[in-house]
């Protein structure tokens, strides 16, 4: 079901690519399927079109642990 719902996710912000909603969600399916530099990159486009997005926020503070247990 994560292969479908990336998918929806990248029409999502190809049809609508100033809605900060699709992008975090984006990121968040990368992340879910370990795609951590795509789902930073989603995070980052999202934060930039809305500062305040919150499951950015997390996202990117999520993908950053994972990095530390990784080094």
């Known amino acids: ?23 975090s969600n984006l990121g968040f399916t990368y992340a879910l399927l370990s795609f951590y530099d795509k789902a930073e990159a989603a995070y980052r486009k999202a934060l930039e079109l809305d500062p305040e997005n919150k499951v950015a926020k997390e996202g990117l503070k999520g993908l950053k642990r994972i990095a530390a247990q990784v080094e």
């Open 1 to 23: 079901m994560l292969d479908e719902a990336l998918n929806e996710f990248k029409l999502l912000v190809e049809l609508a690519p100033e809605d900060s909603t699709g992008h």
